[in-house]
């Protein structure tokens, strides 16, 4: 299935939230929507999930519009909002099985439905306790669970991982990862961005309602970090190299990096090779030499200027 976003624009009065926002992903992907507070994420992904109403453009489904045919829609999307409401003295059981009535699931298979997304989510182990009684990680699984319930193609999920303990970020990761092999087109946003780009496949950024960058997460790295980075160990002092780094061909910002030497080069691999070469004849002893790569906290930096609406 593909997901196509097309020239979105949502306006509050005066105040235009999306405008004319396009991008695209597809079954299997997970594609990281990113930008800052305010940039019309959230926006965005409510009129995908059919819970808000665009001015102008639509969304499709493969061929199916969202704006159209949002009853249809909501059969094959799973929408995770940034936090569970409050359905207190509600159980996790009762919790989801309300959700599986709710999308249309009858006897054994809505009770097999519900069985499996607590086994799948880790929570069959609190079924019984109250969502009031959950830590902020347990209500995250529940809210990912009822997204789930009905198996749908399509996940949006906003800002799943805040507030999360480092565990549960890992363990999130993993569900949405195991979910993607499924074959389920995944939307995600989220401020921790060093964590999304061990997991996506494509980035979508957007800045005060407009789109700045989309695409396969490679393609957009390559294009916005057009110069390699390296880092650099030596045995010994590494600051005393830093002067030499400045009057070295082809290197640029040599700067520390904890106990490395972090600069940039200019050129491909034979410079490269070059920079390293000169060092170790100078009586550098280099014990690492590596390519960073960068990540989506470097691309959000270089492309955003941090307006917000």
Not at 145 to 171: K, Y
Request: hydrophobic fraction near 40%.
């Amino acid at each position: 299935m593909k997901i196509r976003v097309q020239n979105l624009r949502r306006e509050f009065g005066k105040t235009i939230a999306v405008n004319s926002v396009s991008f695209e992903f597809e079954s299997g992907q997970i594609y990281a929507f990113v930008g800052p507070n305010g940039a019309g994420k959230t926006t965005t992904m409510r009129i995908m999930a059919t819970l808000d109403e665009p001015n102008a453009g639509d969304v499709f489904m493969d061929d199916l519009s969202v704006v159209e045919y949002p009853e249809k829609a909501r059969q094959i999307i799973g929408f995770v909002p940034d936090e569970l409401k409050p359905y207190w003295d509600t159980t996790v059981h009762e919790y989801l099985d309300f959700f599986a009535r709710a999308y249309g699931l009858r006897g054994t298979q809505r009770t097999e439905a519900v069985a499996s997304v607590e086994e799948f989510t880790n929570v069959a182990g609190i079924r019984e306790k109250t969502l009031r009684s959950l830590s902020k990680g347990m209500k995250q699984r529940v809210s990912l669970g009822r997204a789930l319930v009905a198996d749908p193609q399509v996940l949006i999920l906003d800002e799943p991982a805040a507030g999360l303990d480092p565990r549960a970020r890992v363990e999130l990761r993993e569900l949405l990862t195991l979910l993607a092999k499924q074959g389920k087109a995944i939307l995600i946003s989220s401020h921790i961005l060093t964590e999304l780009t061990e997991i996506c496949d494509g980035v979508v950024i957007i800045e005060q309602g407009n789109l700045l960058e989309s695409g396969n997460i490679d393609d957009v790295m390559a294009k916005r970090t057009p110069r390699r980075t390296y880092a650099l160990r030596v045995l010994g002092e590494p600051r005393d190299l830093l002067r030499e780094l400045l009057q070295t061909a082809h290197v640029e910002n040599p700067r520390m990096a904890g106990t490395e030497l972090h600069f940039e080069v200019e050129g491909g691999e034979d410079e490269a090779f070059g920079v390293l070469n000169a060092l170790i004849v100078a009586g550098h002893r280099v014990v690492e030499f590596r390519q960073t790569k960068a990540n989506l906290e470097d691309i959000f930096m270089n492309v955003t200027t941090g307006g917000v609406q």
